[in-house]
T-cell receptor
């Protein structure tokens, strides 16, 4: 594809519901990152996938958050039992070579009511 | 711990004037530094990076940044600002102490407002 795509672009949900956010990276980008952009919090790392290696989940804020990457391509970030503090823009980024620049998708804006 | 700081929440500049957005870093070893720009309701776009070599790095849209090791700074500059440059700018450093992850550590962002 031409770039990183994310869906949905906007998601409004009620507190306590589960949500799934999708990221489709650029073909050939073996590394994939999820970040969260919150008002007043800046950008924070959530999780990292590299090829078939075990993901680095050290940035996930709680066990309500999980992510998977199927076939080394599409990734899904799942938030269970959403809370209002989960409201943020969730960004997905990928890179083709370690330490190179990352290419980001447009993000998913999550609003938890 | 590795970090970046953007001391200005907002920078205001008149169109046609030079602009500078400041960034300082704290890393062990040689830094891998990046600038990204975020336009309203858009994702992050890569502007430029410093890995090694010339201290003056040129990037997209006429932007450049100067790596200064003694001052641990990587300020973003442009000789003549455009109204269309108005956006949120993020400085970032690669976390090379995090094992294989090498995630980006971002500054808090600086809002650039260019007045016509």
């Amino acid at each position: 594809g031409a770039g990183v795509s994310q869906s949905p672009s906007n998601k409004v949900t009620e507190k306590g519901k589960d949500v799934e956010l999708r990221c489709d990276p650029i073909s050939g980008h073996t590394a994939l990152y999820w970040y969260r952009q919150s008002l007043g919090q800046g950008l924070e790392f959530l999780i990292y996938f590299q090829g078939n290696s075990a993901p680095d989940k050290s940035g996930l804020p709680s066990d309500r958050f999980s992510a998977e990457r199927t076939g080394g391509s599409v990734s899904t970030l799942t938030i269970q039992r959403t809370q209002q503090e989960d409201s943020a823009v969730y960004l997905c980024g990928g890179e083709d070579t370690p330490l190179n620049e990352q290419f980001f998708g447009p993000g998913t804006r999550l609003t938890v009511l | 711990a590795q970090s970046v700081a953007q001391p200005e929440d907002q920078v205001n500049v008149a169109e046609g004037n030079p602009l500078t957005v400041k960034c300082t870093y704290s890393v062990s070893g040689n830094p891998y530094l990046f600038w990204y720009v975020q336009y309203p309701n858009r994702g992050l776009q890569f502007l430029l990076k410093y890995i090694t070599g010339d201290n003056l790095v040129k990037g997209s849209y006429g932007f450049e940044a100067e790596f200064n090791k003694s001052q641990t700074s990587f300020h973003l500059k442009k000789p003549s600002a455009l109204v269309s440059d108005s956006a949120l700018y993020f400085c970032a450093v690669r976390d090379r102490e995090g094992g294989a992850t090498n995630k980006l550590i971002f500054g808090t962002g600086t809002l650039l407002a260019v007045q016509p």
